[in-house]
């Protein structure tokens, strides 16, 4: 029997950020063009997805921010020529912090922009992913998780330890 490689998705975070019925994007250069998506990127090694999503949000927004719950957990696929890639995404919303106007925002990012969801839902051409539409669904529908629903081992955090040291 031929050794297949085994299938490994891509696993990203996002924010699902709320204020005044407004929410939080991010306007990005990707290779289709210019797009809006969640707050959001891979996890990295070493860290938890609550932790990976406090990162992207504040290297994406140049905000703070606190998850308060998760949303949801998306398995979505995504193909470009013959790149055929598979992402788990976690999902959180939370508080947004601090804003740290001197901080430069991630590369690719252009700007941020506050959405009203009939917005959102009217630009699903301009979305990253479908998954933008549906994590902003799933959060006005009430859909709420405890953040104790995902759990990460402390060998995981202990990796990031390593990392450093190296």
Known sequence: ????????????????????????????HTPEGLRLN?????????????????RETLEET????????LVGVYLSRFQR?????????F???????????????????VRTVWMTADEIRQSTARH???LVLQCMEDYVKGQRFALALVHT????????????NS
């Open 128 to 130: 990253r992913s479908p």
């Open 1 to 28: 029997m031929a050794h297949l490689e085994r299938w490994k998705p891509s696993v990203t975070v996002a924010a699902v950020i709320e204020n005044d019925g407004r929410f939080l994007l991010v306007e990005e």
């Open 81 to 89: 020529g013959t790149d055929d890639i598979t992402y788990l995404r």
């Open 91 to 109: 999902a959180f919303c939370g508080a947004l912090g601090a804003f740290d106007a001197s901080r430069p925002l991630d590369t690719g990012i």
């Open 38 to 54: 969640n707050p959001a990127g891979h996890l990295d090694p070493g860290e938890s997805p609550e932790q990976g999503c406090i």
């Open 153 to 164: 081992d402390p060998c995981v955090l202990q990796t990031s330890l390593s990392l450093q």
């Open 62 to 69: 140049a905000h703070q921010f606190t998850p308060t719950a």
